[in-house]
């Protein structure tokens, strides 16, 4: 098969610093796109994968999943997009297209889903690479159309930061009147108090950082409850319908549990293992409050997220750095110290 090699960021091992790299990306096949890269997003799963927090990381390691950027070629049988289109890539590259997920448009369930990076180009026969990189290409379903009045880079992390917290306020039906309540205010917290807001919820910010009280309100948060303070926690007990919690490391989730309204649902969307301390079911039981996860979002329903960015003006808050500038990055967001996202800006690589 036909392959480009091209410039990339990225890592060999989980204790090295990432820098610059060579990779290979297929030529185009009938149905791909291939994109220049302009602009992608920081995410913490980014880090979690270069650093191999989870134990599932293949070397090297070239991440970024909130990819934008423009068509530069198009195969012979791709009918959605032409060369100059403003497109965008999110956490997704590929699926089997048939299973019962894949029909129902949740392709990230899909027992074959193919990650934006990390996972298996069968074409190629190796790991995929993501955005850090100069250009990438990807079959047309798993391309997004980026509504024309956003700014390009602040709808990066819109692309996972924005679905990942999207698809469960959908899926458990956020409205005006439902009371949602988010835990941590980094790329993933910010825009799912923007969303939660715009979509008409009561929104409260459950938060380490009283520092980031002003921001949270700015963003939309109706209240901010400092969740290291019994007092203020107690006054929040029964309350909430949807609980996002973002949080990236291992953590206790029960005091969140207790924050539940009947019927209410705490949704993991951050830490990705077993729980410690355990799970205590006593206040499931009694109140039939429910403890769930959610993973990203299927193509279907990031362009509807997209397309409601694009009725509402809605892009992230972002701080723009050069690809140089990655690992700085990358420590900065081990100390929460985000507001609220790092978008790359990828000319930096193309000198
Ligand atoms: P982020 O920007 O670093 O934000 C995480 C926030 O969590 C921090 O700003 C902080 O907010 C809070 N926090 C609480 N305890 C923390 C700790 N020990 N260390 C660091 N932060 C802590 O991260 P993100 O990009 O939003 O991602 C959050 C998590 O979601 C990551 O684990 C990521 O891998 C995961 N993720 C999951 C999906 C999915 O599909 N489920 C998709 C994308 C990302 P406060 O200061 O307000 O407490
Ligand atoms: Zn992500
Ligand atoms: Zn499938």
Same mark, same amino acid.
């Given at each position: 098969?036909?392959?480009?090699?091209?410039?990339?960021?990225?890592?060999?091992?989980?204790?090295?610093?990432?820098?610059?790299?060579?990779?290979?990306?297929?030529?185009?096949?009938?149905?791909?796109?291939?994109i220049?890269?302009?602009?992608?997003?920081?995410?913490?799963? %980014?880090?979690?994968?270069? =650093?191999?927090?989870?134990?599932?990381?293949?070397?090297?390691?070239?991440?970024?999943?909130?990819?934008?950027?423009?068509?530069?070629?198009?195969?012979?049988?791709?009918?959605?997009?032409?060369?100059?289109?403003?497109?965008?890539?999110?956490?997704?590259?590929?699926?089997?297209?048939?299973?019962?997920?894949?029909?129902?448009?949740?392709?990230?369930?899909?027992?074959?889903?193919?990650?934006?990076?990390?996972?298996?180009? =069968?074409?190629?026969?190796?790991q995929?690479?993501g955005?850090?990189?100069?250009?990438?290409?990807?079959?047309?379903?798993?391309?997004?159309?980026?509504?024309?009045?956003?700014d390009? &880079?602040?709808?990066?992390?819109?692309?996972? &930061?924005?679905?990942?917290?999207?698809?469960?306020?959908?899926?458990?039906?956020?409205?005006?009147? #439902?009371?949602?309540?988010?835990?941590?205010?980094?790329?993933?917290?910010?825009?799912?108090?923007?969303?939660a807001?715009?979509?008409?919820?009561?929104?409260?910010?459950?938060?380490?950082?009283?520092?980031?009280? =002003?921001?949270?309100?700015?963003?939309?948060?109706?209240?901010?409850?400092?969740?290291? %303070?019994?007092?203020?926690? &107690?006054?929040?007990?029964?309350?909430?319908?949807?609980?996002? %919690?973002?949080?990236?490391?291992?953590?206790?989730?029960?005091?969140?549990?207790?924050?539940?309204?009947?019927?209410?649902?705490l949704?993991?969307?951050?830490?990705?293992?077993?729980?410690?301390?355990?799970?205590?079911?006593m206040?499931?039981?009694? !109140?039939?409050?429910?403890?769930? !996860?959610?993973?990203?979002?299927?193509?279907?329903?990031?362009?509807?997220?997209?397309?409601?960015?694009?009725?509402?003006?809605? #892009?992230?808050?972002?701080e723009?750095i050069?690809?140089? %500038?990655?690992?700085?990055?990358?420590?900065?967001?081990? =100390?929460?110290?985000?507001h609220?996202?790092?978008?790359?800006?990828?000319?930096?690589?193309?000198?």
């Amino acid at each position: 098969m036909n392959t480009k090699q091209i410039k990339a960021f990225g890592t060999e091992a989980a204790d090295a610093a990432l820098e610059q790299l060579a990779i290979t990306r297929r030529a185009i096949l009938p149905n791909d796109v291939e994109i220049d890269i302009e602009y992608c997003g920081v995410c913490h799963s %980014d880090l979690h994968f270069a =650093k191999n927090d989870w134990g599932f990381s293949v070397y090297p390691v070239v991440p970024g999943h909130e990819i934008v950027g423009t068509v530069t070629q198009v195969g012979d049988k791709v009918t959605a997009y032409k060369v100059g289109d403003v497109v965008a890539v999110g956490c997704l590259v590929d699926s089997c297209r048939s299973c019962n997920n894949c029909k129902a448009d949740l392709e990230q369930y899909c027992p074959e889903w193919v990650g934006t990076y990390g996972g298996h180009d =069968k074409h190629l026969d190796m790991q995929t690479f993501g955005g850090y990189s100069e250009s990438i290409v990807v079959d047309e379903h798993f391309v997004l159309r980026v509504p024309d009045n956003l700014d390009k &880079a602040a709808i990066a992390p819109v692309l996972c &930061a924005g679905i990942t917290t999207w698809s469960p306020l959908r899926h458990w039906n956020v409205g005006k009147g #439902t009371k949602v309540a988010v835990v941590g205010l980094g790329g993933l917290g910010h825009m799912a108090i923007k969303l939660a807001d715009a979509l008409g919820a009561e929104v409260t910010l459950l938060s380490r950082s009283p520092s980031k009280t =002003k921001d949270a309100m700015d963003l939309g948060a109706d209240h901010v409850v400092i969740s290291t %303070d019994e007092s203020q926690m &107690a006054e929040v007990q029964g309350v909430f319908d949807l609980i996002i %919690d973002t949080v990236p490391y291992i953590h206790d989730i029960n005091p969140y549990v207790g924050t539940l309204a009947t019927n209410g649902t705490l949704v993991l969307v951050g830490y990705l293992g077993p729980l410690d301390p355990m799970l205590n079911s006593m206040p499931m039981i009694m !109140g039939r409050k429910n403890v769930a !996860g959610s993973l990203i979002g299927g193509i279907a329903e990031t362009q509807e997220l997209l397309d409601f960015c694009g009725e509402h003006g809605i #892009t992230s808050e972002i701080e723009m750095i050069r690809i140089q %500038d990655i690992n700085t990055a990358y420590e900065r967001m081990l =100390k929460s110290d985000v507001h609220y996202r790092f978008v790359i800006d990828m000319a930096s690589l193309k000198p």
